[in-house]
């Protein structure tokens, strides 16, 4: 059973606009979250993280936000740019019990010029 | 400081052959995870180590095993290999054990014929 989903597989977005990029969860016990951004043949890089004692976090042009009732997360991106045209993963940890990153399937962002 | 480095990046291996792959974490950190990444299946987590012991296992056939070096190097092996063993294989590097943040290297691309 997934416990970090990512519904989207695919999300095309005009240069300049805002990139909206979900993730929801399953486990009530994860207590901080991440998102990585990922190019071809390359491994995943780490953009930004949230705890869940904040609902927002935000660095630079990426800002997550995290509604602790609904089990939702989100990636903003604003504005996008061609570069950031990747496949992004959330993740999620339960830290109390150290437990290991879990993984959504992840969602290919395409910014058209 | 030196990223993560994995080794080969590229390998190609008849089914029933073993395989060993390395992973050298960032320096200072003492916490290695290994990750299969196969498509449209995400980042699935294979296990964790830490001060050379593992911490956290994924739900992998006693096939794939690993271990860690006291300076925090690691290997993963994957003996009587199978066509549905061809991955990417991604090794990422934190500095506490657990959910924090990790930071990937390229990964190993592994072909099974």
């Known amino acids: 059973d997934q416990q970090v989903k990512q519904n989207s597989p695919s999300l095309s977005v005009q240069e300049g606009r805002i990139s909206i990029l979900n993730c929801d969860y399953t486990n009530s016990m994860f207590d901080y979250f991440l998102w990585y951004k990922k190019y071809p043949a390359e491994g995943p890089t780490f953009l930004i993280s949230?705890?869940?004692?904040?609902d927002k976090n935000e660095d630079g042009r990426f800002t997550v936000f995290l509604n602790k009732s609904a089990k939702h997360l989100s990636l903003h991106i604003v504005p996008s740019q061609p570069g950031d045209s990747a496949v992004y993963f959330c993740?999620?940890?339960?830290?109390?019990?150290?437990?290991?990153?879990?993984f959504g399937k992840g969602t290919k962002l395409s910014v058209k010029p | 400081k030196a990223g993560v480095t994995q080794t080969p990046r590229y390998l190609i291996k008849t089914r029933g052959q073993q395989v060993t792959l390395s992973c050298s974490p960032i320096s200072g950190h003492r916490s290695v995870s290994w990750y299969q990444q196969t498509p449209g299946q995400g980042l699935q987590f294979l296990f964790e180590y830490f001060s050379e012991t593992q911490r956290n296992k994924g739900n992998f056939p006693g096939r794939f095993s690993g271990r860690q070096f006291s300076n925090s190097r690691s290997e993963m092996n994957v003996s009587t290999l199978e066509l549905g063993d061809s991955a990417l294989y991604l090794c990422a590097s934190s500095l506490g054990q657990g959910g924090y943040e990790q930071y990937f290297g390229p990964g190993t691309r592994l072909t099974v014929t």
């Open positions: 949230i705890s869940s004692i904040k």
């Open positions: 993740a999620a940890s339960d830290r109390g019990s150290q437990g290991n990153l879990i």
